[in-house]
């Protein structure tokens, strides 16, 4: 599977992800759905059987898992779902990295220690990593999804906005169906993100491993099937054994803020001669090690050295707060402490209309934030750094409440 689709489903995904840590976007936009008539979605579906049939997929397995399919609207209105908040680090990190999913991780590993690290001998990823994965994709098999997997991906695939996207997804499940992993009337995410690791159809199709050796991939009954398929996953998309994700660090005063920034690599020694140190103020590893400096709160919030690793998380998810909270959870599983950086007492999150009032004003200033869709990308973020380097702020590239006061008192 190409990155570019990985990527792509994982935005699209965020909305169960979040619902599994308790969030619920009350307060949010949701375009006005129109549902086609029974019958245009039954033509649409008979002409996409016709396309499954000859790419070999049986006739018994379409007319199984394609008989009771219909149109979902409550599908399309969670995919034009659009949250009225962003969330901020400190936010999104006391939703992920609560005492009892630590308590509760550590006993896992403990329990499933064997199985752990047989997966680490063949694949190379620590157990520790598996089942920070496990507990932030669907709390440790808690959620796994209540949408009927084939309506779902039918419906999104019926609709013009990703069709492309979702008839291949649509595509890989039914072939996965046909080889015999899941029954068709499996349940997923409203978006068919599938089992404990909640893996779309085609990420399932090309990574999932039948590691318990029954003949099929069950990512929902089969642990052994679990973290043998997270670890193959990670594996491929270029896992490290021998690193790790990254760490907390301490910044010196005066430092050069233009230097973070996951497209910013110095070797380990480098960031030494600069001034950083580990959070608790100890030399970083004599390793050679190249790492990017990330600030997601900006330069008032904590600060991360992160490793190769770290941007192979990325690949299963590219939130950098979410592969952030994979790796400091791994860390907690071990034994290790909390972030040394504390929540400031006015963290506030900006509103998604006041990210699209900052792209627009950094484009009416020449920067180009890449569209006006109220998400801080890594367009929005090269733009905002560029305009604070030009205006004599700490070019962190943080969108916050302070830099849109600044940007309005400077128009024109």
């Known amino acids: 599977m190409q990155r570019r689709s990985i990527w792509l489903a994982a935005s699209l995904l965020c909305a169960l992800w979040l619902g599994s840590l308790g969030i619920r976007p009350a307060s949010a936009s949701v375009e006005p759905v129109t549902p086609p008539s029974a019958a245009e979605f039954q033509a649409w579906l008979d002409s996409f059987k016709t396309t499954a049939a000859a790419r070999g997929i049986s006739a018994a397995t379409l007319d199984r898992a394609l008989a009771g399919a219909s149109y979902i609207t409550r599908v399309i209105e969670l995919d034009r779902r659009q949250p009225e908040f962003t969330m901020t680090f400190w936010q999104y990190y006391e939703k992920t990295i609560s005492d009892k999913r630590i308590a509760r991780g550590r006993e896992l590993l403990k329990t499933h220690a064997a199985l752990l690290n047989k997966v680490e001998a063949q694949y190379g990823v620590p157990p520790r990593f598996l089942v920070a994965f496990w507990g932030l994709e669907s709390n440790f098999g808690d959620y796994t999804g209540t949408f009927p997997l084939i309506g779902s991906l039918a419906t999104l695939a019926f609709d013009p906005r990703r069709s492309k996207f979702f008839s291949e997804q649509l595509m890989a499940a039914l072939e996965i169906i046909d080889r015999g992993d899941i029954p068709a009337d499996v349940k997923a995410s409203w978006a068919g993100a599938m ?102 709160a900006g330069a008032d919030g904590p600060a991360f050295l992160v490793y190769g690793n770290y941007k192979t998380i990325l690949v299963w998810n590219r939130s950098i707060l979410y592969a952030l909270a994979v790796g400091h959870l791994a860390d907690r599983l071990v034994g290790k402490g909390p972030l040394v950086a504390k929540k400031p007492s006015n ?11 900052i792209q627009r004003l950094l484009a009416e200033k020449g920067f180009d934030a890449g569209g006006q869709d109220g998400i801080a990308g890594a367009k929005t973020r090269r733009a905002i750094k560029g305009y604070q380097a030009r205006e004599g702020l700490a070019p962190d590239g943080y969108p916050d409440s302070r830099l849109l006061d600044h940007l309005r008192g400077n128009g024109g």
Not at 218 to 240: E, I, Y
Not at 349 to 354: G, I, P, T, Y
Request: net charge neutral.
């Open 195 to 296: 089992g404990n690791t909640q893996f779309i159809p085609s990420t399932y199709r090309a990574y999932a491993i039948d590691f318990d050796g029954d003949g099929r991939r069950d990512l929902w009954r089969s642990l052994p099937d679990v973290f043998a398929s997270s670890a193959h996953f990670l594996s491929k998309s270029g896992w490290r054994p021998d690193e790790t994700w990254g760490r907390e660090v301490r910044l010196p005063k005066g430092f050069d803020f233009a230097l973070s920034g996951l497209d910013k690599n110095l070797k380990l020694k480098e960031w030494q001669a600069r001034g950083v140190r580990r959070a608790d103020g100890r030399d970083l590893p004599a390793v050679d090690i190249d790492a990017a400096l990330i600030l997601p």
């Open 347 to 357: 963290d506030k999150a900006l509103s998604r209309s006041d990210m699209r009032e």
